[in-house]
């Protein structure tokens, strides 16, 4: 199963520099698992006390997995995960 | 009513117009809320106005008195218009790579401008302000972000207005920035239709604004309660550029990029919800007119130009 995660710059030092990162697994939480064992030390800056990081936002093909079950949220052959720091909108 | 005693008087009261063409069914209907039409052209003439009135019955604001605010643009253009009629010095704190018009435009409605770095985006404008604020203790920040009065002017005024113009409403979609419109508006609504769905489109930015971020300095807006909110989506801009054409092309409303978000969001509603077979009423908001951001490059050339044109741009 293939499934596309692009990292912000910050956390790509962790990623052997690179932006995007295959990953597998039937949940996020088992995603963010799979890529822990490529690159150590990725799941804990993203998670923390088995939640997401209040200032992590991950996204599945654009929604915001805090509205669709958190670590829990089911994933799919072809899905696209994106993370992104918590940023200030608005004008 | 189409007659005001003055100009701060007519704002809100924007038209909801529906959308026959982009509609994907039937019984599957998209309206706008023109918040173009307010006197300033955006939907924050609401907030601004809110604001400044909240602050004079606290008393915190005074005449003469020098407002100072963290502000990408079409808030600053806002407060600078009822500041100017009402009397207040109006300094804005903005990121240095929004687009040209805005910085004229705020210019021409009197207020002073400093700029922030245009790395940090608008995270790095708050931080700024509030350094300034610090330093100079006798402005007063009315700070969009956390004023309760951004988010009651949507509560008071776009809410009440959306469901008086649209009781079948099922679905309200609107950008996520200060939070003020989605919580103001959303609980509005939740409270009168607790079924209703709201749907927040939130701006995904080029490398630029993100690449400095670290992760545990993020910035949420103090206003913002996930609980009001039924999802969460992430649009790029070359969605939005794509969405903001096509409204144009086929309804003829001429918007800026923030609506083409909004709209990408409320088209991905509509068409799940043709899928499923159920009715659906999904009101939107058009934040302001396409004007302001002509410089940009969003509105000719290819999307693949325009997206790169957007790289590195607050385009929301």
Request: proline share 5%; net charge negative.
């Amino acid at each position: 199963m293939a499934i596309q995660v692009s990292l912000p710059t910050i956390l790509r030092p962790l990623a052997k520099d690179l932006r995007r990162v295959d990953t597998e697994g039937e949940t996020l939480a088992q995603a963010i698992d799979f890529l822990e064992a490529s690159f150590p030390g990725l799941k804990d800056r993203l998670v923390e006390d088995g939640a997401l990081r209040r200032y992590v936002n991950i996204y599945i093909n654009d929604e915001d997995v805090r509205f669709l079950g958190g670590l829990d949220s089911e994933l799919s052959d072809g899905d696209r995960i994106d993370v992104l720091p918590a940023v200030a909108g608005g004008q | 009513m189409t007659r005001y005693d003055d100009l701060l008087s007519s704002v809100g009261r924007t038209p909801l117009v529906g959308l026959p063409r982009l509609s994907p069914a039937p019984n599957v209907r998209l309206w706008a809320k023109l918040e173009d039409r307010n006197p300033t052209g955006s939907v924050k003439d609401r907030a601004a106005l809110a604001m400044i009135e909240a602050a004079e019955k606290e008393g915190r604001l005074k005449p003469g008195d020098t407002i100072l605010e963290p502000t990408s643009g079409n808030t600053g253009i806002s407060l600078a218009m009822v500041a100017k009629l009402k009397g207040y010095r109006l300094i804005c704190v903005m990121p240095e790579n929004v687009s040209a018009e805005r910085t004229q435009l705020l210019r021409m409605w009197g207020a002073e401008i400093i700029t922030s770095q245009a790395a940090g985006g608008s995270n790095e404008a708050v931080r700024r302000a509030k350094e300034i604020s610090a330093q100079n203790p006798d402005w007063v920040m009315l700070y969009q972000y956390g004023n309760p009065a951004n988010a009651l002017a949507h509560y008071n005024g776009t809410g009440p207005e959306l469901l008086a113009d649209l009781p079948e409403i099922t679905h309200f979609v609107a950008g996520l920035g200060t939070t003020g419109t989605l919580m103001g508006a959303g609980r509005y609504l939740r409270e009168h239709k607790p079924d209703v769905e709201i749907v927040a489109a939130e701006p995904r930015y080029g490398e630029l604004v993100y690449g400095l971020r670290n992760l545990d300095e993020g910035f949420i807006p103090e206003l913002y309660d996930e609980t009001v909110l039924t999802s969460r989506f992430s649009v790029g801009p070359r969605d939005a550029v794509a969405k903001m054409r096509m409204l144009l092309e086929q309804e003829g409303i001429f918007a800026g990029v923030s609506t083409g978000a909004i709209l990408h969001a409320a088209m991905g509603i509509a068409a799940k919800c043709v899928k499923a077979g159920t009715a659906a009423d999904i009101a939107f908001i058009v934040c302001d007119g396409g004007w302001k951001y002509l410089s940009t490059g969003a509105y000719e050339g290819t999307l693949d130009e325009a997206e790169d044109q957007l790289d590195g741009q607050l385009w929301a």
